[in-house]
């Protein structure tokens, strides 16, 4: 956490926080010299900041739970036959702490930012341009291109998941109609059930403060945490948990699909910078029980317990999502599916707040007479174009496959790396140049990530359109 009497320094290591305030300061300093930024040492960008309604920590730990708890959960036992059970563990545990180091070293220079641009908030795109702009010589004429890629690809990568979860909202309210009509799914119109979303969607959208969106994503866990405790039940209370029919370690080649699967169902960077910007104590995201390693270190163990369970029920026989292994003719099985559809559904606001928020800054100057106005008719177009891309396009889930696995490969794990780098070129690395080090294995991840994630994400469009 961001120290106010250390006059503009980074955040200490978590140990600091133990030392004397004039020994910490004097470390602190001598560590990372910025003694030179005198102009920053009088601006304290918290102490600045005003906000209509600002986000507690509560209501940040909420949205921070349900942007990481999505459906991609559902896939973690199948992610655990990639890997083995005993090996899925620990590499479950390994890209929870890659990817949560990412959002705090994201957060971490965007408070060493604030001090050196004298703003009270950035985006996560003018986190990056503003890295660039203070960094190397070399990379400042990078800064533009560098805010421009992170824009397109947060707007791309959160559109079309929004796009998608009207598709999943509408394939689990049809799959238990179509039980009850006593019909085949595959007799049913999808497009129906998703056109018929619009509207709901469209009331949820219009929602404008991330404060208000708290019981949203407040009710969106309770329907999760009833989907995944019935899952549990099944998993538990309905058959043998046997050690005979899995594999506790499974060979190299098989890994690459469980890190692809994890890494894009725990990713949520996009919405790290809109919860810190809309935070009443932004500085509560870090430390060692900070909000986000709190929101993180939970959302880790239900993936374990998920992955570990569902594979040692079912087995090689897991399906792609959990609940495909469910009994649908059962009341239970059927409550899972609703409760996960209308989780899905409180979720999309937080997780579309993203693009809103790229949108409205891009025109926002052009619309100064009316404001409010122009900004419900921009919402109110903009979910109506997404829901009619899942009209069009009800297959669209392997296509985002693949935009979702370049874009949060690199925004997620690479673009935080180079942040930083960029951040601290003129403060220092560390001792042996730790941070350039680190981050470099960081980069190696990202690109391992990247490249097996399209893998598998194209071979998804391949399965699906040679059927």
């Not at 059930?193 to 009331?203: Q, R, V």
């Not at 296509?399 to 403060?427: K, N, R, Y």
Request: charged share 15%; net charge neutral.
């Amino acid at each position: 956490m961001v120290n106010d009497s250390n006059g503009g320094v980074p955040p200490p290591q978590e140990l600091e926080t133990f030392l004397p305030q004039d020994e910490k300061k004097e470390k602190i300093v001598a560590k990372f010299n910025m003694t030179k930024d005198v102009e920053a040492a009088d601006f304290d960008p918290f102490t600045e900041r005003k906000l209509d309604n600002p986000t507690s920590n509560n209501d940040t730990l909420t949205h921070l739970l349900k942007a990481s708890l999505g459906t991609g959960i559902l896939a973690m036992p199948k992610a655990f036959k990639s890997a083995g059970l005993i090996s899925g563990i620990f590499f479950t545990v390994l890209v929870a702490v890659v990817c949560t180091h990412c959002a705090y070293i994201l957060i971490k220079c965007a408070h060493v930012l604030y001090r050196k641009t004298r703003k009270t908030n950035m985006s996560f795109s003018e986190v990056g341009e503003a890295a660039l702009d203070h960094g190397p010589t070399w990379a400042r004429k990078w800064a533009g291109p560098f805010r421009i890629f992170i824009l397109v690809s947060l707007f791309m990568t959160y559109f079309g998941t929004c796009s998608v979860y009207t598709v999943i909202v509408a394939s689990n309210i049809l799959q238990v109609a179509a039980y009850y009509m006593g019909v085949k799914e595959e007799e049913m119109e999808i497009r129906i059930f998703i056109i018929a979303l619009l509207i709901p969607l469209i009331f949820m959208v219009w929602i404008r403060n991330l404060k208000y969106l708290a019981p949203v994503s407040m009710l969106a866990n309770f329907l999760m945490a009833v989907g995944l405790g019935i899952t549990f039940y099944y998993l538990v209370g309905t058959g043998e948990l046997n050690f005979g029919k899995v594999n506790l370690f499974t060979p190299p080649s098989q890994w690459p699909e469980f890190f692809s699967l994890t890494i894009f169902a725990m990713e949520a960077i996009g919405v790290v910078m809109p919860l810190e910007n809309a935070m009443r104590t932004p500085k509560a995201l870090l430390g060692v029980c900070g909000v986000l390693n709190k929101g993180m270190s939970g959302v880790t163990v239900v993936y374990i317990l998920l992955g570990f369970l569902g594979y040692l029920r079912y087995g090689d026989a897991v399906g792609d999502a959990i609940t495909l292994n469910l009994d649908q003719t059962q009341i239970p099985a059927q409550i899972v599916k609703i409760s996960i559809a209308v989780a899905v559904y409180c979720t999309f606001g937080l997780q579309f707040f993203v693009c809103i928020e790229i949108m409205w800054h891009s025109i926002k100057d052009k619309y100064t007479k009316r404001p409010d106005l122009a900004d419900y008719i921009m919402r109110t177009i903009m979910v109506t174009v997404c829901v009619l891309l899942a009209v069009a396009v009800p297959t669209i889930a392997p296509f985002m496959g693949v935009i979702g696995a370049f874009c949060f490969s690199l925004l997620g794990l690479i673009a935080p790396a180079i942040i930083e780098i960029a951040t601290f070129w003129d403060i220092g690395f560390g001792p042996g140049r730790f941070l350039l080090w680190k981050n470099l294995l960081v980069f190696i991840f990202g690109m391992f990530a990247l490249i097996f994630g399209t893998k598998d994400a194209v071979r998804d469009i391949i399965k699906v359109y040679s059927k």
